[in-house]
Structure formats: structure tokens, C-alpha cells
């Protein structure tokens, strides 16, 4: 996503010290099974929840496809192509469906308007295709610039909907956004959708470009991988138990754990890397899930994360918050751009390329 929703740089691999190295690639256990081709660069696959045989997957022109029994259904779900400015790293670029959503309908997406801000905006659907005349705005932020944009729209626990934006983009986030409390930018969000008018809480700061994270459905635990500058990409964890107190992820003071600027951090509590690599082995940290389904039982429990640049994908277990067991898997994915589960707890992937993907 060099000019995709990710605010690139170049970064790479230097393991954490005390890291276990990776394990010889006849122990891994991951493969990669074609489910869909044809696709105009997806740049994320959703499930919804009462709807086992399909998946929902979010083309960054502003349009959602439905793969359904491995066969993408004509037509679009949603298409808001007229509304989604689509330069950069702007367009639709998140979606997530209500966890009762099979009762009430509601779906919740996230892009740049043609003003190239952030709109985070709740639509309904007839089970088949969303409607233009449900769109109700949630969030509106400003955007100086069209890269770090984050993206992302999540349920977590509590049944609470987390926004993660980007610094604001430019180069170092220039206008320190990012350690500013008052500002929405670099931010973890919070909302309340079951609240109408309910304003977002800030559990987070100190982001640079929070592109995909995730919650462990076993555990609760957030997982998130924030893409770095000139040498460092993160992946950060923060376990359930700390989710309700402010955690601050040190951008732009550190570049993974690196110290970069001398200046005051802003509030909250400091979130070091649980893992990074340097720019030797990829630029753009595109983060993924918790292997929880049954298809590979030695997998569970495993956290599975790429790079774009390289389309390496790893994957560690965290232990007493930290990372452990890294291992090389045994494929690439070229243009990875994100990870999907499905109701099962099973793994997806997209690349730009317009590619479908299953782990498995």
C-alpha cells in the first residue's frame, strides 16, 4: 500500500531481543488457498454476524462486494463511489457490521469524503444491499493530508465500536498531533453506537497509522499494528484488563521503541512494542487476528500479521505480554493489504492485486 491507505515508509526486521527465532518452515502449519480473484483493490473482508457463507469485502474505490460459497455475487452490497475521494490512501477503507446486526441491520463504514476527511457513517440493510437513504453520521474528523488516515472499524468488548486514526499524515507528524490530547488524530476512539449523540471516548494516543488491529474473541485482548516512519514497524498489544485506562503508544517520541524526539509525551500510560522489525524486511506492518478456528488446532492461540512490501507473513504467540515463538509461514501475499475472520474464527487476507485469500 505504497499510495494506499497506510501511510508508507520504509521499514524491517530486527527481532526484539530475547526473541526465539523462527521455526523451520516444516513445522508451520499455515497454507494459502485461492477463494477469489477479480476484486478492485480490496482492502478488507468483514463477516456478518448471522451469515456463516458470506463474507463482506471493502474495495478502497468506495465499494463492498459479497463473496458468497466462494463466488463473488454481481452487483455491489454498498457503493458509494460518489461520495469516497480516492487518492493517496483515502477511499472506503473499513467496515464493520453491529454485533446485532442479524436483529437491527446496522453496518457502520469508514472513509475519506470528497473533501479527503474522515466521515465514520451507519447505514441499514435489507439483508441484501445497503440503503443510500439510511446514512447517518457518527464522526466527522478533519484531514490536513490525504495519507494516515488509519481506517479501520472495529467491535471489541462491551459491544463498544473502536475508531483508530492516523497522526494526520505529512512526514513526522508535523503538526504533533499525535501526543495532543485535544486532538483526534493519532488516536484509539471509542463509541458508544448504543447511545445516540453518545460523544467518543479516547483510550488511546501516540499513533501514527493504526491501518488494522483486532481483539482476540477469546480473550479480549487488542491487538494493532501501527505502520512506522524511516526504519521501524510495531505491532502493540494491549491486554482487556487495561482497555478502560489511557494507553499512549509513543509515537511520535519513539518509532517502534526507538527514541525519536525529545519532547513531553502526553498522558496515559506507555505501550512499548510487544514486537517490531526494521525496514530490512518490509515497510508497512499490516496487522491481523488471533487464530481461534478449528480447522488448524495448532494454531490456535497464534497471532498472525503480514508486510505489504515484502508480503511476509509471521506469526507469535503473546505470553505474559510478550512475544514468543515467532515463525516465518511458508508463503507470501503479494499486495497484502488486510486480514479478515470469519464467524468461525477462521483466517482471510486481500491483496490489492484484486485476490481473495483463505489461511488455511
Not at 449523540?197 to 501514527?208: N, V
Not at 499494528?225 to 491486554?239: H, N, Q
Not at 505470553?319 to 516465518?328: E, N, P, S, T
Request: aromatic share 10%; with cysteine; hydrophobic share 35%.
Amino acid at each position: 500500500m505504497r499510495g494506499l491507505a497506510i501511510g508508507l515508509t520504509v521499514l524491517a526486521a530486527a527481532l526484539l531481543p530475547g526473541l526465539p527465532s523462527s521455526a523451520p518452515a516444516a513445522e508451520a502449519q499455515l497454507r494459502l488457498a485461492v477463494v477469489a480473484r477479480g476484486l478492485d483493490s480490496p482492502v478488507h473482508v468483514v463477516a456478518a454476524p448471522g451469515e456463516p457463507r458470506r463474507l463482506y469485502v471493502v474495495e478502497q474505490r468506495g465499494t463492498v462486494r459479497v463473496v458468497e460459497r466462494g463466488r463473488v455475487r454481481p452487483g455491489f452490497f454498498l457503493d458509494l463511489r460518489g461520495q469516497v475521494s480516492g487518492e493517496n490512501e483515502q477511499g472506503l477503507l473499513g467496515l464493520a457490521f453491529d454485533p446485532r446486526y442479524a436483529r437491527n441491520r446496522f453496518l457502520y463504514v469508514n472513509y475519506t469524503d470528497r473533501d479527503g476527511d474522515t466521515r465514520i457513517v451507519r447505514f441499514r440493510s435489507d439483508g441484501r444491499r445497503a440503503l443510500p437513504g439510511s446514512a447517518r453520521l457518527l464522526l466527522r474528523v478533519d484531514q490536513p493530508h490525504s495519507n494516515h488516515n488509519g481506517g479501520n472499524l472495529v467491535f471489541g468488548p462491551g459491544g463498544f465500536l473502536y475508531v483508530g486514526l492516523g497522526d494526520g499524515g505529512g512526514s513526522g507528524d508535523p503538526e504533533d498531533n499525535a501526543q495532543n490530547p485535544r486532538s483526534l488524530l493519532g488516536k484509539m476512539l471509542r463509541l458508544d453506537v448504543r447511545r445516540p449523540g453518545a460523544r467518543p471516548a479516547l483510550i488511546g494516543l501516540g499513533l501514527r497509522n493504526p491501518w488494522r488491529y483486532s481483539f482476540d474473541r477469546a480473550t479480549g485482548d487488542l491487538y494493532l499494528g501501527d505502520v512506522g516512519w524511516r526504519s521501524r514497524e510495531e505491532v502493540d498489544y494491549t491486554p482487556r484488563a487495561k482497555l478502560g485506562r489511557l494507553q499512549n503508544y509513543g509515537w511520535d517520541l519513539y518509532e517502534g521503541s526507538l527514541a525519536l524526539e525529545d519532547k513531553p509525551r502526553g498522558p496515559g500510560e506507555l505501550v512499548q512494542p510487544v514486537y517490531e522489525y526494521d525496514h530490512d524486511e518490509g515497510c508497512t506492518v499490516i496487522g491481523g487476528f488471533v487464530y481461534r478456528g478449528a480447522a488448524l488446532p495448532g494454531e490456535r492461540g497464534r497471532y498472525v500479521f503480514g508486510d505489504f512490501c515484502e508480503g511476509t507473513i509471521w506469526s507469535l504467540r503473546v505470553v505474559g505480554g510478550r512475544a514468543q515463538d515467532l515463525r516465518v509461514e511458508p508463503f507470501r501475499i503479494e499486495q497484502l493489504t488486510s486480514f479478515g475472520e470469519s464467524l468461525a474464527g477462521e483466517l482471510f487476507a486481500t491483496s490489492r492485486d484484486g485476490t481473495l485469500y483463505r489461511l488455511t
